[in-house]
């Protein structure tokens, strides 16, 4: 019989830990795709975050570090710095990218590491409960911004590849989505182009995923893919930010 | 003539880091251990190594244990101020059972404090660097040769155990220049176990390695610290270091590490000229602690005086490994201020009209 | 034997090259020794000071109260440390900084204008030099000739004016009644 549809290689046997209709079970499914069309599963070393995907060290058969809160840039600058010819990557969410690990991140870039981040951007911290990220939009209600995000009081949100464009040090940086079979096309190729600019040394690439928690937006996931495309992509457009080739 | 340069404490241990074999660096400039890391700016990309300024304290001991991860020698240098911040990642390199080696030129606080010598985190040092149950291998080197000799031990021990070592230096050691032979510090070397943990790359020859620190099940959790503790066990067996001087028929055995040991040592030769019976305790490793020396001077001693550049952090160290059989007297100078010698025999003869 | 040598003045007059071209001679005859600066912010632009131990024994404190040998650069140094000099010591003053004299009598107390002496010799910078160099007639802790191999084979070979002028000083100093 052909096998239409099957595991890939770079993702490990083990189910998910995550919650009905997480948009992570997807990235992770693309993150490791574009490992095994690589062929650099051997050569890969992926950094955890800390959040929901904190287990990620579990799911994908490269060797994996799990990093503390935010340092996951920094641990793979390590990793980076010592095996130059390894391919490393980081996977992580908005509180662990643009709030703890900010500055980790945009050093990171400006250094011009040549690594990869995925970035998954939804809005919330699902692992802690549904807290406001620096990502969280006006007005979205979080069990810290219960009357809804106040930009006055509580700060406005970061638009995390557009502020990472300003910096030299980037080679690449896409917002995508995987709410539709055509975005996730789309995440597809920014994912691989992500690691393809690694091994071809050309620095930075981050490759922002926007993303639903159903769970702690409390909806539906249905419902909550449809609030990400009426309320998150107007704030956070879909779109190639910088890309070093392009020029 | 011998084979002897003059270099300050910083530099030395710079340089003898990368003779033990450590060819990568990852700080942040803070006074007074700065030399430290422009001396591995300048030498590190000619042995094809890196030194890397990073953005934070943070940053910088957790590149150290991205590229411990790797399996490679790695370090890291502060002063007392940074290592408070680097106190996440130590923890996080304990938890992940990672080698490396963490120097901290200590200076005055807390807070900014001051930039003058202390000895004022002695207790975060052996107690309590970071979160969680956890230990670090701790030296406090004397002298600026031992900046150097102790660096290839604390390296050692560290890939031995795997745990992180720490060099617990201060201004004085990091600032001074005294004459350094690195092919003495060199002589012993041990056979160290293969880093088959390593994270980098399975090249599709071994099953995937992990490095991590977390275990959501506490029963995996605590069989992990008791993992641990069990190496712990085997690094107090084993590593304890220490200096005994004019022990045996002293009265008053004076305890003290580091720069203040020196300081002791030309006070107990004026004490002894006067005809008082001092010696001296120094501990190399303040962890694991010498407490099977303690225990026995104990025996012989009549009073114990800790000397110290802090407010008595290391007294309960000595009533325990003592049991308390003798009192312990203490006498510091905190801030960034040193005692001297003569400041250390008056104490000692303080002590010594009690005790006739 | 130990002498403890107190060398003290603003930042930027050579008083930490000046302590360590002492250590670096001490260290090859063999002897114990040990350097400790000043540091932090004072030096930039304020008081800098080094504190050079050198001793047959092995050397406890490297801290200095109460030096064998001070050498004075500018007045601050001077009226912070001449009471410090131990009785029967020696105390060096840069006399062009430093108007007053000591008026201790159980110490030996020389005087030398180095930084006019620099000045007027084109050698801007090695007052600190010329100082070594009364330092070293005055004390003979070391042979004269051994001390400028040392100081010359610190500076890079292509440096020959640097050579040149150090040798220049030194000898200046050396020669200064």
């Given amino acids: 019989m052909a096998v239409v549809f099957d595991k890939p290689h770079a993702l490990s046997p083990v189910p998910f830990h995550y919650c009905p209709g997480c948009t992570h079970g997807i990235v992770h499914r693309l993150v490791a795709e574009a490992i095994d069309s690589l062929g650099i599963e051997g050569d890969t070393i992926g950094i955890a975050p800390v959040g929901c995907s904190v287990f990620a060290y579990n799911y994908f058969e490269c060797d994996m570090i799990e990093a503390a809160h935010g340092r996951a840039p920094a641990v793979a600058t390590g990793v980076k710095r010592t095996n130059p010819d390894k391919i490393v990557f980081t996977y992580q969410g908005d509180g662990d990218l643009a709030a703890i690990g900010t500055a980790e991140t945009v050093h990171a870039v400006t250094r011009g590491e040549n690594i990869t981040i995925i970035f998954i951007n939804n809005a919330i911290y699902g692992m802690t409960g549904g807290q406001m990220a620096p990502t969280t939009l006006p007005g979205q209600v979080t069990t810290t911004s ?20 300003t910096l030299d040090g980037l080679a690449f940086a896409q917002r995508v989505a995987v709410d539709t079979p055509a975005h996730v096309n789309q995440a597809k190729k920014a994912i691989e182009k992500a690691f393809k600019n690694q091994i071809e040394k050309k620095g930075l690439s981050i490759v922002e995923v926007l993303s639903t928690c159903p769970t702690n937006w409390g909806m539906t996931p249905g419902d909550a893919l449809q609030w990400m495309r009426d309320n998150m992509m107007p704030y956070y457009p879909l779109g190639v930010y910088k890309d070093v080739d392009a020029k | 003539m011998s084979n002897k340069v003059l270099m300050k404490g910083n530099e030395a241990l710079a340089e003898a880091a990368i003779r033990n074999g450590c060819i990568y660096f990852f700080g942040y400039p803070i006074t007074p251990q700065t030399e430290l890391a422009e001396y591995m700016a300048k030498r590190l990309p000619k042995v094809n190594g890196v030194c890397l300024q990073a953005e934070s304290e943070v940053a910088a001991i957790n590149m150290v244990l991205g590229a411990a991860s790797s399996g490679v020698r790695a370090m890291t240098s502060s002063s007392s101020p940074g290592i408070s911040l680097k106190s996440e990642g130590i923890s996080y390199m304990v938890g992940s059972d990672l080698p490396c080696l963490i120097c901290n030129v200590q200076r005055g606080g807390p807070g900014l404090g001051g930039i003058q010598p202390a000895q004022q985190d002695y207790l975060q040092a052996t107690k309590a660097n970071g979160h969680g149950d956890l230990h670090l291998f701790v030296v406090a080197p004397a002298s600026v040769q031992e900046m150097v000799s102790l660096v290839g031990r604390a390296f050692d021990v560290a890939d031995t155990y795997r745990v992180p070592a720490m060099i617990l230096a201060d201004g004085a050691l990091g600032q001074m220049m005294e004459p350094v032979d690195f092919d003495a510090a060199l002589s012993e070397r041990r056979e160290l176990p293969e880093k088959t943990w390593a994270t ?74 006067e005809g008082i019976k001092v010696g001296l305790v120094r501990p190399i490793t303040l962890w694991p602690y010498p407490k099977a ?34 009192p312990v007297s203490f006498f510091g100078r905190t801030g960034g201020m040193l005692p001297t010698a003569e400041d250390v025999l008056a104490e000692i003869r303080k002590i010594n009209g009690g005790i006739r | 034997m130990t002498t403890e040598i107190l060398l003290a003045g603003f930042g930027g007059q050579g008083i930490l090259f000046a302590g360590k071209q002492l250590a670096k001679t001490a260290m090859h005859e063999d002897k114990c020794v040990s350097w400790l600066p000043s540091y932090g912010p004072e030096m930039r632009g304020g008081s800098a000071n080094c504190s050079v131990i050198i001793s047959d024994k092995e050397i406890g404190s490297p801290i200095i109260n109460r030096p064998d040998v001070l050498i004075a650069f500018n007045l601050p140094s001077f009226d912070k440390f001449e009471s410090k000099i131990k009785s029967g010591g020696i105390l060096i003053a840069n006399s062009t900084l430093i108007s007053t004299k000591s008026t201790r009598d159980d110490i030996n107390a020389y005087y030398i204008p180095a930084t006019q002496m620099a000045s007027e010799n084109g050698l801007e910078g090695g007052a600190n030099v010329i100082i070594l160099g009364y330092f070293l ?41």
């Fill in chain 2, 200 to 273: 980098n790359g399975h090249g599709g020859k071994r099953k995937k390695n992990i490095v991590n620190s977390l275990f959501i099940n506490p029963d995996e959790l605590e069989k992990s610290v008791l993992e641990r503790y069990q190496r712990y066990a085997k690094i107090e067996e084993n590593e304890v270091l220490y200096e005994e001087t004019m022990v045996e028929d002293a009265d008053i055995v004076i305890v003290a590490y580091g720069i203040t040991s020196r300081i002791c040592k030309s006070a107990i030769e004026m004490a002894r000229a």
């Fill in chain 3, 137 to 177: 007639k005055l004390t003979k802790l070391f042979d004269y000739d051994k001390f400028v191999d040392l100081m010359v084979a610190g500076i890079p070979a292509t440096k020959t004016k640097l050579i040149e002028n150090n040798k220049k000083a030194l000898k200046l100093g050396y020669d200064y009644n």
């Fill in chain 2, 293 to 326: 020396a303690l225990a026995k001077a104990a025996e012989t001693a009549k009073h114990f005086l800790v000397v110290e550049l802090n407010m008595g952090q290391m007294v309960d160290d000595v009533k325990v490994a003592t049991n308390c059989r003798r």
């Fill in chain 1, 146 to 165: 219960p009357y809804g995000r106040n930009p006055i009081v509580q700060g406005n949100p970061i638009r995390v590849c557009e502020m990472l464009s």
